[in-house]
């Protein structure tokens, strides 16, 4: 029986509780929604608005009042490229089971053909499959544990081809998938259901910098809302009946350039934790980091300074650590337009 160990301990709890006084006892869900929106807000830059939405959404969850009958939620996360989104889902993913791969995600980028709805719900009666019940879908990422919900994310939603995307209907309704052949169920009820959509963030640039020029920049007229744009571009891509079944859209900005610095910053701490396994240190002069920001383009995000870590920061510090092996820290400066590293003493 799943979650054998996670019920038996809850019904311990609830034997203990008996007497306890009226009001919210002990929830079976064990993470901390608000260790998760601290660790969110430290770690994704710019989307104050949007994570504390999640945040709401976060808190439902964790006093167990939502719906039996359907997800825990189902929320889209809107907005362009390299601003933290898919991010997000890993952080939540790595906070509530202790790592960022503890979900089911399904790149929805590579079922751009109407034939791939299949691979969701696997073959109808007679084609080849329908027996064995495949599914892209991982069962026990998906149901998740007693005490800690399943996560599941729909990546580059936008790109599946329309038969795959009706093809959730079900799945965010009703949280229960049946496959065509009817010899397997996966039940969605203890699922944060996360989706990603890069919709109506191009649309949504080209109307921002028009009043970046010419006459409305000087007489600055009244602006359509950038939910107004992002709404119709969403309504343009999907249908009203799966647009319905979204709990929750969050809007990611796009990043500013004064935020280079922070996004640096979260990019080389990924390094840092990279090089603790070979107990080293790093550190950067003023002259290094500038130089790594000098062609930050937000149309890019943080995997504009992604890049610029792994392919220029990165075969510095390596080759400095090949060749300086009994070293445990290394200095990383900027002379002449070209990063060095050097060695402590």
Sequence with gaps: MPFINDQIEANRRVIAEHEAPPGLRQTRYTFDPDHVSRALQSRIVGQSEALSHLDGLLQVVRADIGSNHRPLGVCLLM???????????????ELIHGSRQALCRIDMNTLS???????????????????????????????????????????????????????????????????????????FHNTLIFMTSNLGATELLQYQNRFRRGW?????????????????ALNRR?????????????????????EAGRLLDLELDKLRRRLQDHHVDLELTRAARDFMCRDYDTRYGARDLGRVVRHELGPVVARAMLSNPASTGFDVDCTDNELTARARA
């Design 238 to 258: 999907f249908d009203p009946e799966f647009v319905n079944r979204i709990d929750l859209i969050l809007q990611y900005q796009r990043l500013p350039e004064g």
């Design 113 to 187: 053909q109407e034939h791939y709805a299949s691979a969701l719900t696997g073959a109808p009666p007679g084609y080849v499959g329908s027996k064995e019940g495949h599914t892209l879908f991982d069962a026990d990422k998906i149901q998740g544990s007693y005490s800690k919900p399943g996560i599941v994310l729909f990546d580059e939603l936008e790109k599946a081809s329309p038969e795959v995307i009706r093809s959730l209907l079900n799945i965010l309704d009703t949280g229960v998938l049946t496959l065509p052949a009817g010899n397997r169920t996966i039940h």
């Design 79 to 93: 907005g362009p490229t390299g601003v933290g989104k898919t991010e997000t889902v890993h952080i939540v993913s």
């Design 216 to 232: 409305r920049k000087l007489l600055k007229p009244r602006q359509v809302s950038e939910s107004r744009i992002l709404d119709e």
